[in-house]
């Protein structure tokens, strides 16, 4: 059972990004699913989350650039990146809202400079 990150890049100010999270079986059994970012020196945190019946809350350095969804017929959770800052920059994650050692993956490095 695991969950794999993509969709990571370098991008510029102001500019998109979608990142994908693939579950390895079907996604609706994680319960509810969580992205996660963490900087160098500091600790990871949750920005978004959505539950099994699609109740979806953000962190207010995300709310109203990011948008978090799921994809049941793909196994899939995205979140979908706009208004990017630099603060943004970080390696990107997803596990379930309480997560899970054994489900951290390799995460995926976003970028966002000029």
């Known amino acids: 059972v695991q969950l794999v990150e993509s969709g990571g890049g370098l991008v510029q100010p102001g500019g998109s990004l979608k990142l994908s999270c693939a579950a390895s079986?079907?996604?609706?059994?994680?319960?509810?699913l969580g992205w996660y970012r963490q900087v160098p020196g500091k600790e990871r945190e949750l920005i978004a989350y959505i539950t099994t019946s699609g109740v979806i809350n953000y962190a207010d350095s995300v709310k109203g650039r990011f948008s978090i969804s799921r994809d049941g017929a793909k196994n899939t959770m995205y979140l979908q990146m706009s208004s990017l800052k630099p603060e943004d920059t970080a390696v990107y994650y997803c596990?379930?809202?309480?997560?899970?050692?054994?489900?951290w993956g390799q995460g995926t490095q976003v970028t966002v400079s000029s």
């Open positions: 596990n379930t809202r309480s997560p899970v050692r054994n489900l």
């Open positions: 079986t079907n996604i609706f059994s994680f319960g509810a």
